[in-house]
């Protein structure tokens, strides 16, 4: 039975006598798969209980994203030993405090604009929306976060967005040049070659209407076996998981519905990290009964990992009749011009943290995709 585990491997040992049935999963990563009660500072849920779990699983995925960047997948975290101060700083950024980038605070309150109260049940596709919004005040982990549009990744577009000028040609005052397609950025000189600024590719899908259609399962679980994977954020309705991998056709999840208490920086700046490993085992179900709405997640380090997953993409993926979404080289002549996402300006948006629990209501997972052909 053919098992794989997209690489997580930089947090805690699993029990083995669970896991045994599976290869090379004894060093299994968890990554912050928690749901932290709220200090809000104010009036509103005092918890995200009820409703976080999605934007639980997207710090999750981001959070390997970010060992991937500043760590890489072959680091391993170890109980009660000193980490890097890189890992310091990755956890810095998803502390339940309104002053850190990615906290569930942020998140929520980013969600505003995508057409989501605060206190209400997101979808992967919002999650994906809000985290490329918020990687823009991000100025250390400085990733370029892509979320494709109606089942399609256009390379011309994210090579547009990934490609920077050296800092010596921004030293010289030079302006970027207005477009960089995939075919100029991979045959420029080493002199000359844009530096690429690292790559979050989220790909929110519709594989079905109320249910997966089967003739996705197979391409579906061919992504977990890319090397620049990330996993998947999906679930069942209401109820969020972050996917890692897949036993035959039982696919592998953390589940995050387990409330902690609040984590903050202590006085010499490290972050008490216990409560970001889970102590459970990870859990297992039939793939086919997995909620129609995903997003898959990857990261490219560098352009050449962007370029081997375009061959991936096209050797696995769209070999399939029915695919399960699309790589095309140029930005369709049909859509709105591509515009590389810049930081706006910071303005309220007036939303405040609703009065009480009561006032949360229960929310499906339809979202706004295409409709797939089924």
Same mark, same amino acid.
């Given at each position: 039975m053919e098992s &794989?585990? /997209?690489k997580y491997e930089n947090q805690i040992t699993i029990f083995t006598d669970y896991l045994e049935e599976f290869p090379d999963t004894d060093e299994l990563v968890w990554i912050l798969g928690k749901q932290h009660l709220l200090k809000t500072g104010g009036t509103g849920p005092s918890s995200d209980a009820g409703w976080g779990c999605m934007l639980r699983c997207g710090q999750m995925m981001l959070a #390997?994203?970010?060992?991937?960047?500043?760590?890489?997948?072959d680091w391993n975290w170890e109980k009660e030993k000193e980490q890097p101060k890189e890992y310091q700083r990755i956890l810095q950024c998803f502390l339940d405090r309104k002053d850190c980038c990615y906290s569930i605070h942020q998140m929520a309150q980013m969600g505003v604009g995508e057409g989501k109260s605060i206190g209400e049940w997101f979808g992967p596709n919002t999650v994906a929306q809000v985290l490329k919004k918020l990687a823009l005040f991000d100025e250390w982990n400085s990733l370029a976060v892509y979320v494709s549009m109606d089942n399609t990744v256009v390379i011309e577009?994210?090579?547009?967005? $990934?490609? =920077?000028?050296p800092l010596s040609a921004d030293r010289a005052g030079e302006s970027p040049p207005d477009a960089l397609n995939a075919l100029s950025c991979s045959?420029?000189?080493s002199a000359c070659c844009p530096a690429w600024k690292p790559l979050l590719l989220i790909v %929110?899908?519709?594989l079905g209407i109320n249910q997966i259609n089967p003739v996705y399962v197979d391409a579906?679980?061919? $992504? +977990?076996?890319?090397? #620049? /994977?990330?996993?998947?954020?999906g679930g069942k309705p209401n109820n969020a998981y972050y996917f890692i991998g897949f036993l035959g056709d039982e696919l592998i999840f953390l589940d995050p519905h387990t =409330?902690? @208490? +609040? &984590? *903050?920086?202590?006085?010499?700046? =490290? &972050?008490d990290d216990q409560t970001f490993h889970c102590l459970q085992s990870p859990q297992r179900m039939n793939i086919l009964n997995l909620d129609p709405s995903v997003a898959l997640g990857f990261f490219c380090k560098e352009e050449k990992d962007f370029d081997s997953w375009c061959s991936l993409v096209q050797k696995e993926i769209l070999k399939e009749n029915l695919r399960m979404f699309e790589l095309v080289q140029k930005h369709p002549s049909h859509w709105p011009p591509f515009v590389p996402p810049a930081k %706006?300006? &910071? =303005? @309220? @948006?007036?939303?405040?943290?609703? *009065?009480?629990?009561? #006032?949360l209501e229960e929310f499906d997972l339809e979202e706004d995709f295409e409709i797939l052909s089924v």
């Open positions: &794989v585990l /997209s #390997q994203a970010l060992i991937c960047r500043h760590l890489g997948r577009d994210i090579k547009k967005m $990934c490609c =920077t000028l045959k420029a000189s %929110p899908l519709r579906f679980k061919e $992504c +977990f076996k890319m090397p #620049q /994977s990330l996993g998947a954020l =409330t902690q @208490t +609040f &984590v *903050d920086t202590e006085e010499n700046g =490290t &972050v %706006p300006e &910071v =303005t @309220t @948006t007036g939303a405040e943290f609703i *009065d009480s629990t009561e #006032q």
